[in-house]
């Protein structure tokens, strides 16, 4: 499938899989970890590629904690409904509102059924999939969140629940993009990773407590198949390069949000756990306005 070129809805090359059933472990294979540089381009083919692979896994594994039109900001569970962080709920209605990374649209979801207008945007085509396969009419674009094809000035708010910016070499061309597609006053929101993470083993028993490596290495961290080509790829940046990232992308950072791990959520997810998420952050949202 390539790029979608317009804003319109799904078309025929998304078909909906109402024959899927969730399972565990139908992720494709693992390729051998290591830490090297990997550029755009590298990274955006790997991303399409596990994420196409891996989609159905995902789905299966954290579906039912992300609820179906719930928008749910990160493994801590920290609800837009509760956090409040593109505006109050009743403030969306009638905005236009582009979700990057969206995977299964369930933030879309939400957001449409707040009265706002959301398009779900996503470099994969098998999640895309699963968003039509939950359903609700949200606008699907498939699309590298590098180049977002959309005029200027199209959307109101823009937000990301760790998609795309976790995973690309180039996360100042992603904000620019987000930057020329929002109107002025435009709220952008995303969450990635927390990036004192980087520091401790992706772990979430007791392991995952000790410093292994430094925090200050932006070495990427890549898995690779026996050629050596990429197959998953995740960009590391401090606190202070992303703050520096959301100035050079021409935003004005209003807010930092670290969730404290609630009493409530007991389940894992990979290396975030109760253990370690009451003692480290695990995630980090940062709340932009576009002037
Ligand atoms: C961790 S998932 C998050 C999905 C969804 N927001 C959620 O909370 O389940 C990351 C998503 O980002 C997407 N992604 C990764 N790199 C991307 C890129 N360069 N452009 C657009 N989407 C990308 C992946 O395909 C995947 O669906």
């Keep these: 499938m390539s790029q979608s070129e317009d804003t319109s809805g799904p078309d025929d090359a998304f078909e909906a899989l109402d024959s899927w059933v969730p399972d565990e472990g139908s992720g494709g294979d693992e390729g051998e970890a290591t830490r ?6 590298e990274s955006s083919r790997a991303s399409r590629g596990w994420w196409d692979r891996n989609a159905d896994e995902y789905q299966s594994e954290h579906g039912a904690f992300l609820g179906d ?13 509760e956090a409040g962080l593109l505006g109050p709920a009743e403030s969306l209605k009638g905005l236009d509102v582009l979700e990057i990374g969206a995977g299964a649209a369930q933030c879309s979801r939400w957001l449409a059924a707040q009265g706002a207008r959301p398009v779900a945007l996503d470099l994969s085509h098998r999640q895309l999939q699963h968003a039509l396969r939950i359903g609700g009419g949200v606008p699907l674009v ?11 000035a ?8 760790y998609g795309a910016v976790p995973f690309v070499a180039e996360p100042v061309e992603v904000f620019r993009e987000v930057r020329r597609v929002l109107r002025p006053g435009g709220r952008w929101v995303f969450s990635v990773t927390h990036p004192v993470r980087w520091a401790f ?5 007791p392991e995952g407590l000790s410093v292994a490596a430094s925090y200050f290495d932006r070495t990427p961290y890549v898995e690779q198949d026996e050629r050596g080509n990429a197959v998953y790829v995740e960009h590391h940046r401090t606190i202070g390069d992303r703050v520096r990232d959301v100035v050079a992308g021409g935003f004005r950072l209003v807010d930092l949000v ?19 998420g009451n003692l480290i952050p695990g995630t980090a949202i940062f709340v932009c306005v576009r002037d």
């Design 154 to 161: 199209s959307f109101d708010l823009a937000c990301s629940a």
């Design 201 to 205: 083993p992706d772990e979430p028993g």
């Design 36 to 41: 090297r540089e990997a550029s755009e381009a």
């Design 142 to 152: 498939q699309a590298d969140a590098g180049t977002l094809p959309f005029k200027d």
């Design 69 to 81: 039109d719930r928008f749910v900001w990160g493994p801590e569970g920290l609800d837009e409904a």
């Design 258 to 276: 670290e969730p404290q791990w609630p009493s409530w959520n007991t389940q894992e997810w990979g290396g975030w756990s109760p253990l370690r």
